[in-house]
């Protein structure tokens, strides 16, 4: 294993752990972080470590307590002494039509999606600095071309877009932030949609299939690598082409 360290929030399922695991195949020490998912993140915490001992911890917290979020910084420095790599991928997803959303909603979507990166962002950019390190931030293909019925989740994830660009700027040239913007990748759980419907939407897509995990993870590990280091403020759509389909 290289002397390299990554922070990826909600990295125990989904998205989250196939860059966790991408990360960890190309020699990084991970940090998975969860909320909820405590238990997936410790069985997949155990099988890295199998693989290679002391390569991957736990560290579990809500990304909307901003006061919590630089101990999540200060747990992966205490445990190896610096950051190397953060993954903003945590994000809530759920849809909000204009005359029914509430507070509650703005509150949560924003927060993991927007807010919450940005803090995090500042827990780490000193350590990330020290380290020439970077930033990838998960958006969406769709904040480009919002799905109906999702305002919110919309205008954080454009905010999100807004906020690479910033940082990008505001962080050079110690630190680099791009970010990826997925298309279809996962079905949201517990909502797979009927056959019919799934094949409409994948029918847009030139590729004429959904996109895997790994294709976001590949994405960010060379975000991450040194074959970007001329690479910041960019965000790499990862849809099988469907941006272009406007």
């Not at 930033?135 to 904040?143: E, H, P």
């Not at 110690?174 to 997925?182: F, Q």
Request: some cysteine.
């Amino acid at each position: 294993m290289q002397e390299r360290v990554a922070l990826v929030t909600g990295g125990a399922r989904r998205i989250g752990e196939a860059i966790v695991r991408e990360l960890h195949d190309d020699g990084y020490k991970v940090a998975i972080h969860c909320r909820d998912s405590v238990d997936d993140a410790r069985v997949l915490a155990e099988e890295l470590n199998e693989a290679y001992p002391g390569t991957a911890i736990v560290i579990s917290g809500d990304l909307l307590d901003v006061e919590s979020l630089q101990d999540l910084v200060d747990e992966v420095l205490n445990e190896w002494g610096q950051l190397d790599a953060l993954v903003n991928n945590a994000s809530s997803f759920y849809p909000t039509p204009l005359a029914e959303v509430a507070e509650p909603d703005w509150d949560d979507l924003t927060g993991s999606n927007l807010k919450a990166p940005l803090f995090l962002c500042q827990a780490a950019m000193d350590a990330l600095a020290e380290s020439g390190g970077a930033i990838v931030n998960i958006a969406d293909a769709g904040w480009e071309r919002p799905l109906a019925r999702h305002p919110v989740y919309a205008a954080a994830k454009g905010g999100l877009v807004a906020l690479t660009r910033s940082l990008a700027r505001d962080l050079a040239p110690d630190v680099r932030v791009n970010a990826v913007a997925p298309g279809i990748i996962l079905w949201p759980e517990h909502e797979t949609p009927e056959a019919e419907v799934a094949e409409r939407y994948i029918s847009r897509i030139p590729m004429q299939r959904m996109g895997e995990p790994e294709d976001i993870a590949s994405a960010v590990r060379f975000l991450l690598s040194e074959e970007a280091s001329y690479v910041t403020g960019q965000v790499l759509n990862v849809d099988g082409g469907a941006s272009v389909m406007r």
